[in-house]
Each structure stands twice: as structure tokens, then as C-alpha cells.
């Protein structure tokens, strides 16, 4: 509180009565501007002239034959009114019921004057000097009363509003001392954290250094799991601060504060005094006077839920406390981001390197040789789209027989690492399988029944297209089951190039397909062209950003069939063609088999 | 300070306080304007502000002179604070005060 300035008034001047005559009249103007009245003016008159008579009645001489000062102090107090007489007499003893003389003596009144004039007097008797005390209750007439009061409660309002703003002040200082602290909390823990990288036990200091910092008895950390709906603890102050997991939905949001906090997506402050927490909110172990609850957010993700308590203290927390516990939170909440995506980071590399091994695995069981056949050659490709694909080709050849061939491709559906693993199974099944080489069609079957419930288990199916090529006798036996067609056309201009697709449904979609089996005469000079669906699907700058299509592809085929090359060429030529692929990524995959007869 | 006289009356006037600075002083000026014959001696004290005890000593002294020719002393229109002082000390019983 500020002290209030009241009025007051000083005057000192030469011990003789002549010298009093001002100073005293002054006296009286000082008080007459503070409202007196004449009565009231003359009455202090003239016992402050009694006080003085008798200073100058007993006045005794300085070293320098001079007699001492003597001095009026005034002090105009709300309900009185107080005036001293200082003096440098011996003084003498103050008579504390003083009587009259008789009424014919011409002295000796001054003293009883004094004391009938005012309400309180006394005289203070020292060493050097003596003070005349004279108290006087003040009677000021009801209007100036009111006016006096009028401007008093002014003056508290002005008192008020500068508590008001001294608070304030006072509240932004503790504020930026607050910041101050957190601040500096943070780098602190901050240097901890990347010389450990526990973030664990580093939250679990730096909470626990909020607790001082709020004057908390306890604290409460809970982040959200993976799918948001429910808090577990991450860090607390005590055992007894440990409860179980919570689901913040907006059923518990009525009865439980952390679950409301981040339903609402504010901060909650109660004063369980004033509104008990319910009964099962596990923020009851706090016992608790105030508790505050904040939500943890980043950008729109919620992170978890800061819970503080206090029991000590009277007030609740200063909005300076709780701007360090959001700062704390928010930093917090930033590591705890910050460790996930490195860890993710991690596990993506450890993915990626799997990846990269599976590609090799994979790349490994495509046919990297071509061997010779006598009079052909053979060229075939798979242009993945990722790192592994549902895009597999194969070309076997008889064990004891070379100039027969079996031609195999085949599309999984879908892309990536499943499909790459029903490849690698559709590879094994083919490879044991050579008993039933010759007939392609049941081959196709049996591929059907042996992987028709893990297909069908996953929703998922296989196209493909086997062709068995009998060179000697220029036979080639086809089945399909839902694969592109085969391409087949003969160096000879005249011919064209005719496409292939038996009946038969994608592996996996029925446990007993019909599947048709084509045989046809392998032409002199011929060229065939096995494909999957990525390579028909592609666009290609070369037509303008169109699909390439089956049509642009028997095109292509027509085109470069009668150029007398090995079918490493055709590869280049298709390559050349895919190439002009408009965007980087592949969509699809893309495989490809080519069987050129020389000449 | 200023004095009219007649036969039996003196008036004084023009006082504007009786302290001990110049207490002294009146008392001898009003003393040296009496006369034998004077029976009342007025003093106007309408504008009189201050009014201590040496005062009401010279009040005394004169009120004496005065008895001794059986004469009295009358104080005219007394402002608040001499009526209060004269009252206080009960000299209003000695002193007769009147209001015209």
C-alpha cells in the first residue's frame, strides 16, 4: 500500500514576540486553505501563541548570546489536527489539571487556555529542546465533509489502480523471470539430452524440475498411443502416481479431467475444495488442493496430457507458472516427436536395406543367361516400379532336349514385397514341376491348386501365360489364365502379327478353372513377344502421352520384325520404346520375353 | 488602534489582536486616554483574531482602572474566538460583552 501524502506545514523564526506575530498568522492561513473555519483558526491561534509566549518567556541565550529559534510544525491529519511548538528552554513541569487564578490576577491563565482550547496536549521536556504537543479532533462542517470524502475515495480509487498496475508489473517481471527459468532449464536439459539421448530419463528431470518451479507437490505425464484414443504413463513424480491407462473419449471426458482436457483442447485449473474431482479420476492420488491439467498439441496431433498439482499453496497457480509448464510441455512433447521420427528413421533404413536384399533375392531368380538354342536367341527383362515386384518371368529349358523351351511370365496382382513373395512361390512350383512341361495347361492347373487357398486367403490373383516351344518340330503349346496375349509374328513381311490368349481364368479366383491349352505352328523366321499389362499401360511421350496399348504394341512388333537381328536387339528396340516413359516412377512393372528365330 | 472619547465614554477601536506582542503596549495607550470622568471604557473587538492570555491580562488591567473609578469595561462585538476565550476563563462574568 502507498503511504498517503497529507498536509503539513513548518515555520521556525527568532525567539521575540514581534518575531511570532507572521509566523503564527501564517499558521492560521495554512489552516483556513485547509477547509477551518474563522473560529477553529483563531481558537489554534491562539493556543499556539500561549505555546509560544512561553517559549519566549523562559528563553535562554546560545553560546553567541543569542536566543535559540523556535519552530512551528503543523499536521493536518484526517481526523485531527496536530501542532508542535518546539523550544530551547529548560522547560518546565506541564500541569496536568491546571486552574484558574483568581479573576482580578492579570497572568497565569496561559496553560489552561492551552488546555481548554484543544482536545489533547503535552509537553515532551529534553536535553536540548522541549515540544509543546497540541491535538485538536477535527469538526469540519458536513459539506466540506462530504467534499473531503468525495476526493478521499478518489484517491483510493487512484491507490487502487496503482496497486493495481504495481501488481502488474510485479506479475510481468515474475513472468519474464519465469521464462528466464524455463528458458534456461531447457538449454540445460536440452545439452543433457544430446550427450544421453535417454529421452526417458530426461523427462523424467525435467519435469521433475517443474515441480519447484510451480510449487507443486506432484506431476503427472501421459502421452497418446499409436491410435490416439488412450493415455498411458510416461513420466510421474511418485509411485502413487502411476494409474492405468485411460481412454479419452467423450464419455470419460464428463467425469475425468485429463480426458476433458483433450477433448475440449484446453487447459483445466480446479479447485478441488470448491468441486471435488470424481470419484476413479486417477488425478484423486494427487491429493490436491488446486490441479492443472494442460494438453499437449502439436500442430493438430495430440501428444498427451501434463497434470500438476498443488496442495500447499493458498493460490492457484500464477499464469507465470503456467506458462512454464506449457513451455516444458511443448519442448517435451517436440523431443518425444523428434526421438519417434529418428527411430522411424532407423526402422525406414533397416526396411529399405530388407528391401534392397529382396531385390537381389529376386533379381537372382530371373534368368540372368541366356543360353543357346541353336538357331535362336532368347532376351526377356522386369523393370520394377519398387524395390521388389509381383512381375516374374522365367525360361526353362528341357534337360535333355535344347530345342525345347518353356516360356513363362506372369503377373501378381498388386506390387511390392507380397507380391514378390507369390512370385518367388509361382517360380518354385514351375521349376518342380518339369514332368508336366510339355503340358502347359496343366501346369497351369496345377500352379491353380496349389496356390488357389493362399491367393484366394489374401485376395489376391495371378495372370499368367506359359508357352511350351517344341523348336525341332515347330510346334508351341499356350495356356493363359487372364495374361496379356502372346505377340507372334515371322520375319517374312507377309505375315502378320497374330495374337494368342486361351480361355482361362487368373490363378486364384476359382479352385477349378477351365483352362484352355493352343497349339500352334511355330512359322519360319519367327518372333514372339510374351508381356504383362505394365508394359501395354505405360504412357510414352513417343504417341503423345497416350497409353502405349495393345495396339501401338502389335505395331511396334510389325514394324521391327523384319530386321534380320538377335533378340538382344528387339530388347533395345522395346527398351528405346518404354523409355520415353513420361514420368520417372514406373507405375506398373514392366516384363517382357522375346524369342528370335535367326535368319 | 483608535480611540473616541466623550465625557463619560471612551471607545477603542481598530484592535486586531491582544497577544503578548502587543499587549503591553494597548494597556498603556488605553490607560493614558482615560479620563476622571470616563465611566465605560469600550473595547470594539469585531476584528480582533487572536486573543491570548497576556491579552486578557491588559483586559484585567484596564477593567481595574476602570472599578477604581467606578467605571466598567465592555467588549463590543467580540468575534467568536475572544467570546470563546473570555468564556473559557469565565471573564465574561468580569467583563461584560455586548452586540450592537
Known amino acids: 500500500m502507498r503511504r498517503e501524502v497529507l498536509p503539513s506545514f513548518f515555520v521556525q523564526f527568532e525567539c521575540d514576540v514581534d518575531a511570532s506575530i507572521t509566523p503564527i498568522a501564517r499558521v492560521m492561513a495554512f489552516l483556513e486553505n485547509y477547509g477551518f473555519d474563522q473560529t477553529e483558526c483563531g481558537a489554534w491561534g491562539v493556543a499556539i501563541q500561549e505555546g509560544v509566549n512561553n517559549a519566549i518567556l523562559h528563553c535562554e541565550l546560545d553560546e553567541n548570546e543569542t536566543p535559540h529559534p523556535i519552530a512551528i510544525e503543523v499536521m493536518v491529519r484526517p481526523d485531527y489536527v496536530e501542532v508542535l511548538v518546539h523550544d530551547h528552554t529548560q522547560g518546565f513541569s506541564w500541569p496536568i489539571s491546571p486552574s484558574l487564578p483568581s479573576e482580578s490576577s492579570e497572568d497565569g491563565r496561559g496553560v489552561y487556555i492551552i488546555q481548554q482550547l484543544v482536545d489533547d496536549s503535552d509537553y515532551l521536556r529534553g536535553t536540548h529542546s522541549n515540544r509543546l504537543i497540541l491535538r485538536k479532533n477535527r469538526t469540519l462542517p458536513s459539506e466540506l465533509k462530504e467534499e473531503e470524502k468525495k476526493w478521499r475515495d478518489r484517491l483510493k480509487t487512484i491507490e487502487s489502480q496503482l496497486d493495481e498496475t504495481d501488481k502488474a508489473l510485479n506479475s510481468t517481471q515474475e513472468e519474464l523471470f519465469s521464462c528466464y527459468e524455463s528458458l534456461s532449464a531447457i538449454f540445460q536439459f536440452g545439452t543433457e539430452l544430446g550427450k544421453q539421448g535417454d529421452i526417458k530419463s530426461f523427462a523424467d528431470r525435467l519435469l521433475k524440475q517443474l515441480i519447484p518451479i510451480m510449487g507443486a507437490n506432484g506431476y503427472l505425464f501421459r502421452t497418446c498411443d499409436e491410435n490416439g484414443s488412450i493415455i498411458r504413463t510416461y513420466s510421474h513424480s511418485s509411485d502413487s502416481l502411476d494409474p492405468s491407462p485411460l481412454n479419452w473419449n467423450a464419455d470419460n471426458a464428463k467425469h475425468f479431467l485429463e480426458s476433458k482436457s483433450i477433448v475440449i483442447r484446453k487447459d483445466i485449473l480446479r479447485d478441488t475444495d470448491l468441486e471435488k474431482l470424481e470419484e476413479g479420476d486417477p488425478l484423486i492420488a494427487f491429493n490436491s488442493k488446486f490441479i492443472q491439467v494442460h494438453p499437449i498439441i502439436i500442430g493438430e496431433e495430440m501428444i498427451g496430457v501434463l497434470s500438476v498439482g498443488s496442495s500447499e499453496s493458498e493460490e492457484p497457480f500464477t499464469s507465470a507458472q503456467t506458462n512454464v509448464m506449457h513451455t516444458f510441455a511443448h519442448f517435451l512433447a517436440l523431443q518425444l516427436i523428434n526421438v519417434s521420427r529418428q527411430e522411424e528413421r532407423i526402422e525406414f533404413g533397416k526396411i529399405s536395406k530388407e528391401l534392397e536384399i529382396a531385390q537381389d533375392i529376386q533379381a537372382s531368380l530371373l534368368p540372368s543367361k541366356w543360353p543357346e538354342v541353336e538357331g535362336y536367341t532368347i532376351a526377356g527383362k522386369c523393370n520394377t516400379s519398387r524395390n521388389v515386384s509381383g512381375d516374374f518371368f522365367d525360361v526353362i529349358y528341357h534337360e535333355t532336349d535344347p530345342d525345347k523351351v518353356l516360356l513363362v511370365i506372369a503377373d501378381v496382382m498388386g506390387k511390392g514385397v507380397p507380391a514378390s513373395i507369390f512370385a518367388a512361390i509361382f517360380r518354385s512350383l514351375v521349376r518342380s514341376s518339369t514332368e508336366l512341361f510339355e503340358h502347359p495347361a496343366e501346369l497351369m492347373s496345377k500352379l491353380n491348386r496349389s496356390m488357389f487357398q493362399d491367393l484366394s486367403g489374401v485376395d489376391m490373383f495371378i495372370t499368367a501365360q506359359i508357352a511350351y516351344c517344341d523348336l525341332r518340330h515347330r510346334t508351341m503349346r499356350i495356356s493363359n489364365a487372364g495374361h496379356c496375349p502372346l505377340l507372334l509374328t515371322s520375319k517374312d513381311e507377309t505375315m502378320p502379327v497374330t495374337s494368342h490368349s486361351p480361355e482361362g481364368l487368373p490363378l486364384g479366383v476359382v479352385k477349378r478353372p477351365e483352362l484352355e491349352e493352343l497349339e500352334i505352328d511355330v512359322p519360319k523366321g519367327v518372333r514372339v513377344l510374351m508381356y504383362t499389362d505394365g508394359i501395354v499401360e505405360t504412357t510414352t511421350q513417343m504417341v503423345g502421352n497416350e497409353l502405349l496399348g495393345q495396339k501401338r504394341l502389335v505395331h511396334w512388333f510389325q514394324d521391327v520384325r523384319s530386321v534380320d537381328q538377335k533378340a538382344s536387339a528387339f530388347q533395345s528396340s522395346l527398351e528405346k520404346l518404354l523409355r520415353a516413359t513420361s514420368e520417372d516412377q514406373l507405375k506398373d512393372d514392366q516384363t517382357f520375353i522375346l524369342l528370335v528365330e535367326n535368319g | ?100
Not at chain 2, 483608535?2 to 503591553?24: M, Y
Request: with cysteine; net charge neutral.
Open chain 2, 1 to 100: 488602534m483608535d480611540f473616541e472619547s466623550t465625557s463619560e465614554r471612551i471607545l477603542v477601536l481598530g484592535i486586531k489582536e491582544l497577544t503578548s506582542a502587543n499587549a503591553a503596549a494597548v494597556k498603556d495607550d488605553v490607560r493614558r486616554c482615560i479620563r476622571p470622568g470616563h465611566r465605560a471604557l469600550d473595547i470594539d473587538m469585531s476584528d480582533v483574531r487572536i486573543l491570548d492570555s497576556s491579552g486578557l491580562g491588559t483586559l484585567i488591567a484596564l477593567h481595574k482602572v476602570m472599578c477604581q473609578q467606578n467605571g466598567l469595561v465592555r467588549i463590543m462585538n467580540p468575534t467568536p474566538i475572544v467570546e470563546q476565550v473570555l468564556e473559557l476563563t469565565r471573564l465574561h462574568r468580569l467583563l461584560e460583552i455586548t452586540r450592537q
